[in-house]
């Protein structure tokens, strides 16, 4: 049996590599840095036209995560004299996405040439990524504004679904105050 052995600065390189992937975050903040964080002790969720006359399954599963993570940081709700608007919305993108090789053929000879392709397949790939903000009511401006860059996907079974939600958004949440 033929031992492959790496050289040690094969072996540094990818350990680098793997530690610089395991510390790529899976959330993006934006904020005001001029906004006073400490002051906001309370909240009320906005809901969305769609969501107002009947709550979705996954508004249902943001709102109680937003909740808790909102309990974590000390900031409790008030429908009325509440300091913040926390909104959330579910944004849809797609993008293309290339399945397989394409190959290629050619015969050339002097001034002409023939060739064949069959190029790749290509799908469309639908994804689903939570942005959460939140809205000072004082001058109804945005203070701070979360993307989670994990993929929603509608195959996902409901308890991978609310578990996948609760992590996004206390990923988010871990991030406030900035």
Known sequence: MTRISLC???KWTSLMLCLALAACSTVRIDYDAGA??????????ERS???AQALSLDAARIENALTAALHAKHISPSPHE?????????E???RLES???????????GRSAFGLANPPDIREVKERRLVVE???TADRKVIWRAI???????????DKRETLIRKIVTEMFEKYPP
């Open 148 to 158: 989670g860059e994990r993929t929603l996907s509608e195959g996902m079974a409901p």
């Open 82 to 90: 509440a300091a913040l608007i926390v909104r959330y919305a579910i």
């Open 99 to 109: 399945t397989g090789l394409g190959l290629g053929f050619g015969l050339g000879a």
């Open 8 to 10: 040690p600065r094969l």
């Open 49 to 51: 036209a769609a969501d």
């Open 36 to 45: 006073s964080f400490a002051s906001f002790a309370t909240y009320r969720i």
């Open 134 to 136: 939140l809205i000072s």
């Open 92 to 94: 849809e993108r797609s």
